[in-house]
């Protein structure tokens, strides 16, 4: 199986193959998921204290946090590989 990371902004990197969804935080189902997530100790803030405007849903059930829009993210998931590596 082949890993693929992508870049969830300021450097930060989240392995592709676990993500189950990229969603936005708005709503409020959206908002358990991160409070649930905060208690169980599996959420992880990559927003560097920015606004959070994606979420990312892993396999494992942790969630991550980003500062960078759910479109932006997706279109770095579905990017072609690098042909140099």
Do not use: C
Not at 50 to 55: F, L
Not at 66 to 73: D, H, L
């Amino acid at each position: 199986m082949d890993i693929k990371l992508i870049n969830i902004g300021f450097g930060n990197i989240a392995s592709a193959n676990r993500v189950v969804a990229i969603v936005s935080p708005e709503s409020a189902p959206i908002k358990r998921v991160i409070a649930e997530a905060r208690d169980r100790g599996q959420l992880v803030d990559a927003t560097y204290g920015r606004r959070t405007r994606a979420v990312l849903i892993m396999d494992s059930g942790h969630v991550i946090l980003s500062a960078i829009q759910p479109e932006t993210v997706a279109q770095r998931f579905l990017a072609p590989k690098d042909p140099a590596t």
